[in-house]
C-alpha cells in the first residue's frame, strides 16, 4: 500500500526532493561562504590592527620629528639672532676703529704736512716778529714775464704759492681786469737798501710810516705782492682802490688765497690797496667772511691753518 502510495505520489515526491535538495545545497553553500566571509573580516581586522598599530607608530615617531625640529628650528634661530647681535657687535667694533684710523691718519696727514710747510708763512712780521738776514724761502721760481708790470725787472715768488697767483691773475685777465705784478720777494739786503733810501728822500718817521725795516717785512716771506694795473704810470698810491684792479681783488682775492695786509685804519702801516699777501684759501676765507684783517687775529689761532696753506 505505500509502495502504491509512493508510486501514485511520486511525480509530487520528486520535484519536492530537488527542491529540499537545492535548499540544502544552498544553505550549506551559505555556510561555506559565511565562515569564508569570517575569516576574510578576521584577516582585515588582524591587518587593520596591525596597519593601524604600525600608523600609530608612523605618527609617534613623526610627531617626535616634528618637535625635534620645532626644537632645532627654536636653537637655530636663537644662533641666528645671537650671531647677528656679534656681527652688530664687530661692526660697531669695526666703525670704531675705522674712525679711530681715519682720526689717526687724518693727524699723521696733518704733521706731515707741517713738516713740509715753512712755520714762517703766515707769521704777523710787520713790527711783530723778524726774520733775520739768513731766511730764504726754500722755492722760489721765476714769474714768467707775461705776469709782470716791468720786464726790466725780474720777479721771484714762491713755488708753493704760485699755482694759487697764476690761477687768480688769469681769472682777472679773463674778466677783462688787467692785474700786474709790480714787486714780489724782497730779501732781507734788498729791503735793507730800499729802506735806506726812503729814509734818506721822506726822512725816518716818514719812511717808518709805509716802509717795513729789513727782517719786519712780509714780501721776505715770498708770498707777498705789490700789484698794479694800467693807467696809475706805474706809481703805487691810494689811487690804486679806485680802480677795477682793486674792485675785483676785494671781490675774488680771497678765493685764492689773498687778504691784503694793511687796509684802512690798521695800526701797522699806512693805507696800502696794493699790498696783497697769500696765507692759503682756507683762512683768507675764514676772515673775509668774518671781516677780520689779518693782524687783528691772534697768531696762536692763524698757527691752527698752517698745515691747509696749500690745500
Known sequence: MKLEYMKRNLPNIIPACIVFVLLAIIIIYAFVQIFSLKDDVARLTSHLASTTETLSRNTSTLEGNISDLRSQATGLSTSISNTQQNIDAVKTQVGGVEQTVGSIS????????????????????????????NYVPAHLLEVPKEYLYSSLRAERYLTESWPFLKVMLDAAKNQNVPIMIKSAYRSFGEQQSLKSSYSVIYGADTANSFSADQGYSEHQLGTTLDFITSGLGGQLDDKFDKTEAYKWLVANAYNFGFVTSYPKGNNYYVYEPW?????GVKLSRYLHDRKINFYDLDQREIDTYLAETFD
Open 275 to 279: 699790498h696783497w699777501r697769500f696765507v
Open 106 to 133: 687724518g693727524t699723521v696727514g696733518t704733521l706731515k704736512k707741517l713738516s713740509q710747510t715753512d712755520p714762517e708763512l703766515l707769521r704777523k712780521y710787520s713790527k711783530v716778529y723778524f726774520m733775520n738776514e
